[in-house]
């Protein structure tokens, strides 16, 4: 008798916990729907940069931190869905740098991008990263050794990097990984969706559900 009343028990525990993770689940889609509509800024700024038609339907927005492992294993899977659907994908790349140090490697990119070699130095800096930013022997000074292998000019590189505007617009990347309770990277977000529960798999069903509603 105690073991059918303990087992009903933990039934309707995990009957509540359902119940509720479900109404967790709806209430924050239709709040980041909601800001989809009333304030799209939200997931993408005028300094964000994008790789894939502006035309797209389907926009991935990611936040991502150049130092973050996770970051760098992910970015070869989106390439991947990208290339397998032509013209219908848009990654919108925003700034969440977390990881110490992190803000340094953002005005590097940042920088990268005014001598257009944006998309150069993030793929050679997550090809690199086990060089420079092992979480076992970090090491981020070795990246100015790497760095040329991007063509780029070191000197004008520093230079620009002490450009104020950086610090205004990682700020302001982090404002919105806030509001979008965007807490580790990389945080993604499918036409406004979020990735929950996160894991390659779930991104690719996410996407998937989008090109399929969408095209």
């Not at 059918?4 to 993770?21: E, H």
């Not at 989809?36 to 894939?52: C, I, M, Q, W, Y």
């Amino acid at each position: 008798m105690k073991y059918k009343i303990f087992f009903g028990i933990c039934l309707a525990f995990a009957g509540l916990f359902a119940v509720t993770s479900l109404y967790y689940k709806n209430e924050q889609a239709q709040r980041y729907g909601n800001m989809v509509v009333n304030d799209p800024t939200v997931f993408a700024r005028e300094h964000s940069k994008t790789l894939g038609p502006e035309d797209a339907k389907v926009v991935i927005v990611e936040f991502m931190d150049p130092a973050c492992e996770t970051c760098a294993a992910f970015s070869p899977l989106v390439k991947k869905i990208m290339k397998q659907n032509p013209g219908k994908i848009k990654l919108v790349l925003r700034y969440a740098p977390f990881h110490d140090g992190a803000d340094g490697f953002v005005k590097i990119l940042e920088a990268a991008g005014k001598q257009d070699k944006y998309g150069e130095t993030l793929n050679l800096m997550f090809k690199t990263q086990h060089m420079w930013a092992s979480h076992s022997n970090y090491q981020p000074e070795k990246l100015w050794d790497i760095l040329p292998n991007a063509g780029l000019d070191i000197e004008q590189l520093k230079k620009d990097m002490s450009d104020p505007a950086l610090d205004a617009i990682i700020a302001q990347d982090l404002a919105d990984a806030k509001t979008l309770n965007v807490r580790k990277t990389p945080g993604f977000f499918v036409n406004g969706k979020p990735l929950e529960p996160f894991g390659s798999k779930q991104l690719i069903r996410l996407i998937t559900a989008e090109l399929d509603r969408q095209y």
